[in-house]
């Protein structure tokens, strides 16, 4: 290399990734070692060819498009962009293998595989930016975004946070035994009662004082007399938000962790009490106590703090979904209270459900309305008015507090989405034996339902109806499958093939159609495939693959990806809360930088492969 081009070469690598993460001394040898290459059009690279001589490259100006041995597409690359990252390790996947060739005249920079692996074993803390799998390098890439420091008590699993264990007690002990197995034995104000192993009840020491001693009761009395019959629980894997939300509708002061049957352990107030600031528990409990429309509409700026703390948190997109959906929750049944309170009691049993990103609790900032009210099948038409006008109030309350209306009309104030029971599993059965274009819009909002008020039994009903309608007619997820595949994650460089070519949101990259959607879409069928009953993305992955239908590689990069994007968005809609714009899906190119592009590229060939996959297990369903 001629000495009087390192400076210009050393200031370039040293402001992309990855190489913008290293010390200043390392990308100056890294520098002197690089040598230049010039492609004309059509000349091709092997990078895992059996030359001696490996290379990582950086495109400096031009274009290169890597092809898969069959021809595919992987990637299509522009200027500070790397390839060659699978032949750093000895032994790289057949899978990965590729020829880039140059589509324009091309000015590559060559850094020698020697050099750079003698580097990263010296300096072995930079090594997984430049990892042969893609996943490990977006973890590294979220390791950045997302930090492992103190996020607050809210974002905490319960499993970190309870401590001590409640009394285990059968339902026919009697009061006085209960009480001195509390007392005596486990030294523990709440007992958890059960009958041939399964949880019936739950007792306090406050229970006994004003049950026991203030009635009179008799201490030999069984303590199924005086027990709070079907009590309220929370998993170990909960958020303590969701713990503290369910304690704050319930007017309890403890919950017992379980799983199944089995008891964890115990959560109680004294956890939560000047430990941190749970700030969207105060939030959650304001809703609770709010009167008008007006009073909870004023709380949306309340709503966007708590979104853009979290962002800022670096908490993981995952929680985030959650924490925002859970608020919304909130705001939703407040608002069918209300509805209640204006019209009066329900006619007939109900359940108002939310579909969608809501049902998923994958909610952001700017997600839109999904739901449906499902009648009891004595519903009459008299009912079915008194619903619509529940709806009605409730969606365009909803709407005034920042949750816009859905523009596909997916709301419970429609007509069609407010039916009985037995009309929705017709529904259903409908959608799935005879799938085409607008029945699997209408599945792709109402594959994932939720209860949020009203007879949760309903949903649940129908949920497992789709579950044996699926099992039946296996070629649904044929149907699934094309539909979620037409669509195709932008392998090249960003330009006016992947962006939007009109209206507001013009040459911007939609990073929910071409990226986020994709992913759940994939989540959804390969969830379906195995009877994964978890609407949750990434616990389907995780449940495809431990019903050994994806492969552990394979779940990692999708969720990595995944995770990925989810937090990019993110960061956008918590940019434009702080500029006075409204927040969308809709990023404008020229606001990535070298890390944002490098890792997109990773994160988009990652979910084409995933479509590749999926397309060649259940096409032929």
Known sequence: MIQSLLPNILEF?????????????LNKQIAGSISI???ARGDKIEPQSDSDKKYL?????GVMEQRKPNGVLRARLGPEDLFGFTFLEPQSNAEDSYSAIATEATLLYLVPHEQLQKLLEDHPQYAEHFASQAQIRLQSALNVVWSDNEKGLFVKKVSEVATGSPAIVTADMTIQQVAHEMRNVVRSSTAVVKDKGVIVGLITDRD????VIADGVSINRPISHVMTKSPVTIGPDDLVLK???????????SLPVVSGNKVHGLLTTTHLVHKNRVQAMFLIDTIRHTNTVEQLAALTTERQAIFEALVEGKVRSEIIGQVMAMIYDAYN???????????????CKFSWVVAGSHARNEIHISSDQDSAIIMDNTATEDDRQYFELMATFVCESLARCGFTLCPGNFMASNRKWCQTLNTWKGYYTQWVKTPDHSTLLNTSVFLEVRTIYGEAKFSDQLQNHLYKLIRQHQSFLTSLIKD???VHPPLGIFNSLVLEKSGVNSNTLNIKKYAITLVVDLARIYGLSVGCTSTNTEERFRYAHQRAVLSEDALKNIIGAYRFICQL?????????KKGTEPNNNISPDSFGSFERQHLKDAFRIIANLQDAAKLRFSEV
Do not use: C
């Open 37 to 39: 290459t010039y492609l």
């Open 569 to 577: 968005r993110f960061s956008h809609q918590q940019e434009a809360l």
């Open 484 to 486: 979620a595949t037409s």
């Open 243 to 253: 713990a503290v939300s369910l304690m704050m509708q319930n007017n309890v002061r």
């Open 208 to 211: 006994m004082t004003k049950r």
């Open 13 to 25: 690598i040293s402001q992309i990734d990855p190489f913008d993460k290293l010390p200043a001394d």
């Open 333 to 347: 049944r407040r608002l069918i209270q209300m509805a209640i309170e204006k019209f009066g009691e329900p006619p």
């Open 57 to 61: 490259y950086i495109i400096r100006n």
